[in-house]
């Protein structure tokens, strides 16, 4: 999740550590090298939370963007563990080797998990043994809003309003200057997350056949008919005039800290989906101490006649590759540590462990989502799927979507986007 990474950079960019090494991906060898995809703030609060470990050995962190797949293909100068944003591509990169089995009590014996991240590291193709560990849940079900626009709009907690209403309410808004929606568009992983969202508060079941190549097909051949349903909502949101600050063309260069940007500093629309790692943008866009009038966070709404609405979890994993040194095994298991990750917790915001046994001492903001995160309805599918979620495949489907939207209209659109993740599935079964 490339740009994703980029969110608390506040206009820096960082130089990729692996491009300023001497020789392979790290210049001291007796370090314990850990590649990751975060950059910025995000980077420095990582940073904190292995200073404050105590760990007897010397670290090196690689950040790497979206480039941190490439360190799979580096053999022997590979970092020893890898924060990987895609837990997709764990069975893959187990089951060719490279990477190294983890002991089973490092699962339970200081951490809980919600049951449906074993299912995700846990490979029975591969020995049927355990090669990833979660570090970071990232919750992707909920809508940011302005407090005070949402107000003086007439307008209730977005929490209620099923996706078809969205189109109302953009037409209500249309005299006021004022959009409802933010949309970080040139950030691939924002249009999926969008997309997964009301696919499963639309159609779950539909939702969960796109997630798993087998069921794709039904026994005639067919592809599920609710794809295109869902599409046809989603494109009546995006595609609406009123929509966005700006026209889709402008939309699609925005990044996804310019949307919440939008909503909390530029105010010219009151909500956008996002997940929980918007909180230190939301901070810095709103000082003050009375953050939690002016800023809400609803879940994302169910689809009218769903019976709950959806409750999509994403996260960072480790997994130590095939020639790592032991002792990058002892810093897995210390980062397990219930106490691990609240140093990026308390001083940084915008992280909600996996490890079900942290302290809860999340913000007022975010502690609800955690509590709520607990047992999630599905796991991102973007991640899920591994490089076929990515941003050479269902990134850039949507994108041609949204671009489609703005050139072509909803019919043609919805037709060649339905097209275009039907091939994409029927290549993942092949």
């Not at 097909?217 to 009546?236: C, E, F, N, V």
């Not at 939309?251 to 989906?273: E, G, K």
């Not at 909803?410 to 994409?424: F, G, P, Q």
């Amino acid at each position: 999740m490339a740009t994703r990474r980029a969110v608390l950079r506040a206009g820096a960019v960082l130089p990729l550590a692996a491009a300023c090494a001497p020789e392979g991906f790290g210049s001291r060898s007796d370090a314990v090298r850990i590649a990751v995809s975060w950059g910025g703030s995000e980077l420095e609060a990582f940073e904190s939370v292995l200073d404050a470990l105590r760990f007897d050995h010397p670290t090196e962190v690689i950040p790497l963007g979206d480039d941190i797949g490439t360190v799979f293909g580096a053999g022997r100068s590979a970092p020893d563990i890898v924060m990987l944003p895609q837990a997709g591509q764990v069975r893959n990169l187990a089951e060719d080797g490279r990477l190294r089995a983890l002991d089973d009590g490092l699962w339970s014996a200081t951490a809980q998990y919600a049951d449906g991240w074993r299912t995700l590291l846990r490979i029975a193709t591969a020995g049927d043994r355990l090669y990833g560990l979660p570090f970071k849940m990232a919750c992707k079900s909920l809508i940011w809003y302005d407090r005070e626009r949402l107000r003086r709009f007439g307008l209730p907690d977005p929490e209620t309003w099923p996706i078809r209403d969205w189109p109302g309410r953009m037409d209500a808004l249309a005299d006021s200057g004022m959009s409802l929606l933010a949309l970080g568009a040139a950030d691939g992983w924002v249009l999926t997350d969008f997309f997964e969202n009301v696919l499963w508060a639309e159609y779950p079941e539909a939702y969960d056949r796109m997630a798993d190549p087998p069921l794709w097909l039904d026994p005639q051949g067919r592809p599920p008919a609710d794809i295109g349903s869902a599409l046809r909502d989603l494109a009546a949101v995006w595609g609406h005039r009123h929509a966005f600050p700006g026209d889709i063309g402008k939309t699609l260069t925005r990044q996804f800290p310019d949307a919440i940007r939008d909503v909390f500093q530029h105010h010219s629309a009151i909500m956008v989906v996002a997940p929980d790692f918007a909180e230190p943008i939301v901070r810095d866009c709103v000082p003050g101490t009375d953050l939690e009038q002016k800023v809400g966070v609803a879940a994302f709404p169910s689809g009218g006649g769903a019976e709950a609405a959806p409750v999509i979890a994403g996260g960072d994993v480790m997994v130590v590759t095939r020639s790592a040194k032991d002792s990058a095994v002892q810093l897995v298991s210390l980062l397990t540590q219930p106490e691990a990750p609240l140093p990026w917790i308390t001083r940084y915001g915008g992280f909600v462990a996996a490890n079900q046994r942290t302290p809860q001492v999340y913000s007022p903001l975010i502690a609800p989502v955690a509590t709520r995160f607990e047992h999630w309805t599905a796991f991102d599918m973007g991640d899920r799927i591994g490089s076929d979620g990515g941003r050479f495949e269902l990134w850039r489907i949507l994108t041609e979507f949204l671009t489609e939207l703005d050139t072509a209209g909803i019919d043609a659109a919805v037709r060649h986007t339905t097209a275009a993740i039907d091939e994409l599935q029927r290549r993942r079964i092949d």
